[in-house]
C-alpha cells in the first residue's frame, strides 16, 4: 500500500522481523494475524471494561515510565501497578535493537491485552532510536508527499519491529517562525503544507503503528516552550481553524488513531490548558470528528510551568480525564510510585463523584479498544527464534 522502495523494504523489514502470537497453534511461526473488525474489537472492549473493577479501569488509562532499561524492573513495574501504557524515553533504549526487543518483551506482561507502548519517534531532533536514519521534519518541510510517506512507513517499522505499538511522532503543528520553540519539528510551515504532509505521514504509519497527532490545538502559535510554561495566544477561534486547525483536520481525517493535546493556552476558548479544557476535546470529537483515544502531553510539564495550581500531578491527571481525555501521562519526574499514586486519585475521585464513573468507563472502553486492536494486527508480538532477523 506504500509507494517507493523504503516502504517496501519497510514491509519487508516487518515481516521478517515478527514472530506470531503464541494464542493459535495453527498459525505458523512469524505469520501476523489479521486485525478483527472495528465493531468486534470496540464491542470487546466495551465488555472487558465492564467485567473491571474501578480500579482497574483507572490503571488502564495511565501511561507511565521509570527510567531504567532492565527487562526484570520493568516488568515489575508493569506487574505491580497494572496500568495501561508506557512511555520508553532514552533511558529505556538499549544500545541495539535486539536488547530494546527484550526491552518491550518484558513491558508487555500480557501479549492478548498488551499495554499501549509508545515512544517520541519524529526522528531529527526527537529521535529515541539512533539508528533511525530515515529523513525527518529538519529536511522533509516542503517535500513532495511521497518522500514524507515513504521516510514514515520506514520510521513505522523500526518502532514496529521494536515492538512499540504507538508513535508519538507526528508533529502536526505548523509555523513559518524559526524562533518558535516547534519550528525544527514541524512539517510544513503554511497550514496546507502542514496538513499535505500530516496526511502522508499518518499514512506512511497507518496499519503499522497507531499514528498521534501532536500537540493539539497547535503549538506553532507561540514562541514559547511547554515544557517549562503554559504558553499562551489570544488567536480567535476562527482564525485558529483556518490556520493551525488544518494540518490536524487533515490526520484526523486520514484516520490517526490519537490525538495528544497540548498544554497550551487558547484563552479565547479557555484560559485553561487545552489539555485540561472540556470544550477543546470538544472541539476534537465534534468539530473535527476526532473518534480515537486523546492523550495529554506529560503531564510533569504543567508541574514544571510552577504555576501552584499545577502541582499535584494526581489533581492534574484527574482534571485531565474529566475534560476528556482517555489517557494521562507521566513523565518528568516519574518515579514508580507516581502511577500508583495516580491511580489512587482517580479511584477517589469517582468514589466521591468528582470523576463521573461514566467517564472513566468511557476512556477506558476507548483505551482497551486500541490495545485490542494492536493485539489484533500483531503489532506486540514477541520474537521468536525462527524469525529472521532484519539485517
Known amino acids: 500500500m506504500w509507494p517507493g522502495a523504503a516502504a517496501a523494504l519497510a514491509v519487508a523489514a516487518i515481516t521478517l522481523a515478527l514472530g506470531a502470537p503464541a494464542a493459535s497453534a495453527s498459525r505458523p511461526a512469524g505469520a501476523v494475524a489479521r486485525p478483527a473488525t472495528d465493531a468486534a474489537v470496540e464491542e470487546d472492549a466495551r465488555e472487558l471494561v465492564r467485567a473491571m473493577s474501578i480500579r482497574e479501569q483507572a490503571a488502564s488509562v495511565v501511561m507511565g515510565h521509570v527510567p531504567t532499561t532492565d527487562p526484570a524492573a520493568l516488568q515489575a513495574y508493569m506487574q505491580s501497578t497494572g496500568i495501561g501504557g508506557f512511555l520508553l524515553m532514552g533511558a529505556n533504549i ?15 506482561v500480557d501479549p492478548a491485552l498488551p499495554p499501549l507502548l509508545a515512544v517520541d519517534q519524529e526522528g531529527g531532533d526527537v529521535s529515541r532510536l539512533p539508528w533511525d536514519d530515515f529523513p525527518s521534519a529538519l529536511t522533509l518541510k516542503g517535500a513532495p508527499p511521497e518522500a514524507v510517506e515513504d521516510a514514515f512507513a520506514g520510521r513505522a517499522a523500526l518502532v514496529r519491529r521494536a515492538g ?3 508513535n508519538f511522532g507526528i508533529v502536526a503543528d505548523e509555523t513559518d517562525d524559526p524562533r518558535s520553540f516547534i519550528y525544527r519539528r ?23 503503528v497507531a499514528s498521534t497527532l501532536k500537540h493539539f490545538p497547535g503549538h506553532g502559535v507561540t514562541e514559547a516552550d511547554s515544557h517549562a510554561t503554559i504558553p499562551a495566544t489570544s488567536l480567535p477561534f476562527d482564525q485558529w481553524r483556518q490556520t493551525a486547525a488544518v494540518p490536524f483536520a ?6 490517526a488513531p490519537v490525538l495528544m493535546f497540548g498544554h497550551l493556552a ?10 485540561l479544557s472540556p470544550e477543546w476535546h470538544r472541539i476534537a470529537r465534534e468539530d473535527l470528528g476526532f473518534t ?8 510533569g510539564m504543567l508541574q ?3 504555576d501552584p495550581q499545577y502541582a499535584d500531578p494526581s489533581v492534574n491527571a484527574v482534571a485531565a480525564l474529566a475534560a476528556g481525555n482517555d489517557l494521562v501521562l507521566t513523565v518528568v519526574s516519574s518515579t514508580p510510585e507516581t502511577a500508583p499514586r495516580i491511580v489512587d486519585a482517580v479511584v477517589a475521585a469517582v468514589e466521591t463523584g468528582t470523576l463521573p464513573a461514566a467517564r472513566l468507563e468511557e476512556a477506558a472502553t476507548r483505551v482497551a479498544a486500541l490495545r485490542l486492536h494492536l493485539a489484533a494486527q500483531g503489532q506486540a508480538l514477541l520474537p521468536c527464534p525462527e524469525c529472521t532477523p532484519a539485517g
Open 292 to 299: 480515537g483515544v486523546s492523550v495529554t502531553d506529560d503531564l
Open 94 to 108: 538499549p544500545g541495539d535493537e535486539a536488547s530494546l526487543r527484550a526491552v518491550t518483551a518484558a513491558l508487555t
Open 266 to 275: 487558547y484563552t479565547a476558548v479557555d484560559p485553561a490548558p487545552a489539555s
Open 250 to 255: 487533515a490526520g484526523i481525517a486520514t484516520d
Open 186 to 208: 514541524v512539517l510544513g510551515t503554511t497550514p496546507d503544507a502542514a496538513a499535505t504532509s500530516v496526511a502522508a505521514a499518518v499514512r506512511g504509519e497507518s496499519d503499522v
Open 304 to 306: 514544571a510551568s510552577g
Open 164 to 166: 512499540i505499538g504507538v
